[in-house]
C-alpha cells in the first residue's frame, strides 16, 4: 500500500486541478412559457436536463414527469447574493440565436431584433472586458408570416473541483451561520 501512496497523492492533486468544462443548453421559448436546459460534462456526458415553465407565481422546475418544484418570484430576488461563488467559474465560449416574428408587422420584429443585438453587444463587451472570454457570438433569425420569440444559448463553463470545493464549504457555511443566528435569536 505504501509504494501506491505517492500515485494516489498525485492522482488526487491532479483530479482536483484538473479543469472541468460544463456545457450548458438553454432554449427559451417566451410564447409556451417553457426553458428548455441541459449541462453536459466534457461536450459528451449528459449531467442533468429537463425544463422548467413560467408561472403568475413563479418559476416551476419540472424534475420528472410527475414532480415539480416552484421557485416564487420573492425568493429570487436574493439568489444574486447566494450565486457570487461563480467568481472562481471562466466563460469560455458563449453562442446565443435569437428566433423573432410577428405574422400581423415584420417592422416591430425588426425593432426587437435589433434591440436584442444591442443588449448582446453590451453584454459580449463586458464579458470581453472583465470575464475573458474567448469566443462569443450572437446572430438573429427574423420569420415572416409567423409568430416566434425563441432564444437558444449555448455556453462552455471551466472551473476546478478545488474551486467547487471552495464554493460548497463557503455554502455550507453561511448556512450554518444562519442556523446559529437564528437559535441566538430565539434565546
Not at 22 to 44: G, P, Q, S, T, W
Amino acid at each position: 500500500m505504501n509504494e501506491y501512496l505517492p500515485y494516489i497523492i498525485v492522482s488526487i492533486v491532479v483530479f482536483v486541478l484538473f479543469p472541468v468544462f460544463i456545457r450548458v443548453n438553454i432554449y427559451i421559448d417566451f410564447l409556451e412559457k417553457k426553458v428548455y436546459y441541459a449541462f453536459y460534462m466534457f461536450r459528451f456526458f449528459k449531467i442533468y436536463g429537463g425544463y422548467m415553465t413560467i408561472y403568475q407565481e413563479g418559476v416551476a422546475f419540472h424534475l420528472s414527469d410527475t414532480k415539480a418544484v416552484l421557485l416564487p418570484y420573492s425568493e429570487m430576488v436574493d439568489t444574486r447574493k447566494k450565486f457570487e461563488i461563480a467568481k472562481g467559474f471562466l466563460l469560455l465560449h458563449y453562442n446565443q440565436v435569437s428566433e423573432i416574428g410577428l405574422k400581423e408587422n415584420l417592422a416591430y420584429a425588426s425593432m426587437i431584433s435589433i434591440f436584442l443585438q444591442i443588449v448582446s453587444g453590451i453584454f459580449a463587451g463586458y464579458v470581453m472586458n472583465k470575464k475573458n472570454c474567448a469566443d462569443f457570438t450572437s446572430d438573429v433569425v427574423l420569420r415572416e408570416n409567423k409568430d416566434c420569440l425563441k432564444i437558444s444559448v449555448t455556453a462552455t463553463i471551466a472551473f476546478n473541483f478545488l474551486i467547487l470545493m471552495i464554493a460548497i464549504l463557503k455554502i455550507l457555511l453561511t448556512k450554518i451561520m444562519e442556523v446559529s443566528n437564528k437559535n441566538e435569536e430565539k434565546r
